[in-house]
């Protein structure tokens, strides 16, 4: 079993770093995954690999044995987070707030035929900023509370965590913080159209999505399992027109640089395209999913934005959200 290097002296043990091989054997079944084509390649990557970066339940769908048990979990884990979001998607529009899904709920089922191959730990919900307020009292009134850190409820936080027994929602503004980019998210969910398989909510245009999901990717400074690069490798093939179009829409969200940089990434690692900027993660800190030091991700923070006045707006979130911590910790 491999297990990640982790920077300055973080508690996890540290087992030796996986051979070249075994990263080639993990691209190369990630490239299978993202074109849905079976898994034929003679060598496997190392078990733990494939779990670590969430692959295990598209895995077994694909021909690679021994991953049957994570299939399963992962369809247990998918009928509860259908019937989660089915009783807050019918709250929320009885408040009158239209909402979409975002990233795994949004995916199981569409680019994932099975809604079993695509694991998610949460339900992701996404309204407009302007009714995000009168969102969350509605979800708190089917009994969930909030769970993650307090600056969640400062106004240009991308989301807000809530719990209950059983469930959990992940309640989006936006992808990213509110200011990093001029995403127009009225015009966003006015392009949005039902979505067939949980009825009362809507699914994000095509381009859109894959622009979210990329700012989501963004936002994490491109540190998720390789999941997620699986999910764009889908979405990036199944443009009609080609890339113009996200392209173009990126640059006037004011989110193109960092778009292309998340793109040079994903061509890296899943269509062997040439090494990304060096400021950005190469294939096997991606592969290895190691979360470098936090130098280093605060300068991709500030390098994934587009221009000064991202940079502005990105400052204000976090500004704010540090002032929101500050009052709850005086109320406590």
Not at 223 to 247: I, K, N, Q, T
Not at 306 to 312: C, D, I, T
Request: charged letters at 25%.
């Amino acid at each position: 079993m491999y297990q990640v290097r982790r920077p300055f002296g973080h508690t996890r043990a540290v087992l030796p770093v996986a051979p070249a091989e075994d990263d080639d054997a993990l691209v190369e079944l990630c490239v299978a995954l993202a074109a849905d084509r079976p898994v034929t390649q003679s060598r496997l990557p190392a078990p733990a690999r494939i779990r670590r970066h969430d692959l295990g339940p598209l895995a077994h769908t694909h021909g690679v044995p021994g991953y049957r048990g994570d299939h399963a979990f992962a369809a247990i884990t998918h009928d509860r987070a259908v019937a989660a979001a089915t009783e807050a998607i019918a709250a929320l529009g009885a408040a009158g707030i239209p909402v979409a899904l975002f990233k795994g709920i949004a995916y199981a089922g569409t680019l994932y035929p099975d809604p079993a191959e695509r694991p998610m730990t949460d339900v992701d919900l996404l309204v407009a900023p302007h009714d995000a307020d009168r969102a969350l009292a509605a979800i708190q009134r089917l009994g969930y509370w909030h769970v993650g850190p307090a600056n969640q409820r400062a106004p240009r936080t991308h989301a807000i965590t809530l719990k209950r027994r059983g469930a959990a929602i992940d309640l989006h503004r936006g992808p990213m913080q509110l200011g990093r980019a001029a995403i127009p998210h009225d015009e966003v969910l006015a392009r949005a159209r039902p979505a067939a398989h949980l009825p009362g909510a809507l699914r994000l245009e095509p381009v859109d999505e894959l622009l979210y999901h990329l700012a989501h990717m963004i936002r994490s400074e491109l540190y998720v399992p390789l999941m997620s690069f699986v999910d764009a490798g889908r979405m990036l093939a199944r443009l009609a027109g080609g890339r113009g179009e996200l392209l173009a829409r990126a640059d006037a969200w004011r989110i193109g640089r960092p778009v292309r940089a998340a793109l040079a990434v994903i061509d890296h690692v899943l269509a062997d395209g040439p090494p990304p900027a060096w400021w950005l993660p190469g294939r096997a800190e991606v592969l290895a999913r190691t979360l470098p030091p936090r130098p280093v991700q605060v300068a991709r923070k500030l390098l994934l934005v587009e221009g000064p006045k991202e940079l502005a707006g990105f400052a204000t979130a976090i500004v704010l959200g540090a002032a929101q911590s500050r009052r709850s910790r005086r109320r406590e």
